[in-house]
């Protein structure tokens, strides 16, 4: 597993990787040592044994589709059941994040990147048409990671393309992230059903333990939400434009992440699942050791015409840009 390195000017490094067009590590300086700030492994191997998606593409579709099942064009189309045989999730059972992608290195003035390009057959995991994708990463100088996506298809198709990855500002393995402050740029959430998806309300957030509109505790709430937090928030601002989506600091080293996107949701999900998998340099990543801010379209927008469309067509162009600006 040779990462392609990318590092700028003020001492940070990101690694990605051409299996699921993955972001294995991205470390910042902190006195003697780097900090390594997200969760991932050491192996390849390791990436295909894994089940929690660390730093990888997600598609062809992020997220939940209930039943695995949707119509498009008067059309019924059968996914996987990748998920406790109730949802398609991800993907499904060979999604993007699960297959090797072709890697193109590039600098540009001030920042140092890789594009991955994919080509997703016809029927690849139950979904029409054939989509070329292409996610670039690049790291600037201005400590930002930026992420770009692009798609095409011959065939409409649905198409919801997020990053997976799990951030830890105190420094993966070193506990749970219940006391880092979260800010999101929400006025209102998805309320979900007991196979988490949406019912196709949207809810203020005003009132309950959803409520993340001024920065406060991951975990300050989290007992009055079963589970932990694991919701799709739907973001101020129109989608399509640049704008800032939520911003995530660590008290103690005052490390803060701010993420913008052009994406309408983001999801939040505080590491429910993590059960002291083994990681990079020997780390363990117990429950709620790392939480994901995935910038997409809202879960199972197939079934619920409400919510934005997510509906490709031919002489279409999807495209979605995230970034990620570090202090520290």
Known sequence: MEPFVLTNNAGMTARVISYGATLTSLTVPSGAAPVELTLGYDTLEAY???SSYFGCTVGRFANRIAGGQ???DGRRYELACNEKGVNHLHGGVKGFGAVPWDAEPFERTGERGVAFRYVSADGEEGYPGTLSVRVAYALTDENRLR?????ATDQATPVNLTNHAYWNLAGAGSGSVLDHELQL????????DERLIPTGEIR????????????????????????GHDHCYVLRGPAGTLRR??????????????????????QLYS??????????GGRSFQKHGGLCLETQHFPDSVNQPEFPPVILRPGETYRQTTVHTFVF
Not at 147 to 151: D, G, L, P, Q
Not at 205 to 223: C, I, L, Q, S
Not at 271 to 280: D, I, P, V, W
């Open 48 to 50: 295909r044994q894994g």
């Open 70 to 72: 949707f119509t498009l």
């Open 147 to 151: 992420i770009e996506y692009e798609a």
């Open 185 to 192: 740029e929400a006025d209102q959430y998805l309320p979900e």
């Open 204 to 227: 203020p957030v005003a009132g309950t333990p959803m409520d993340f509109t001024k920065p406060r505790r991951v975990g300050e709430r989290m007992e009055e939400v079963p589970g």
């Open 245 to 266: 989506a939520a911003e995530l600091v660590e008290p103690v080293s005052g490390r803060r992440m701010i993420v913008e996107t052009s994406e309408p949701g983001i």
């Open 271 to 280: 590491g429910n699942f993590l059960t002291g998998e083994k990681g990079a």
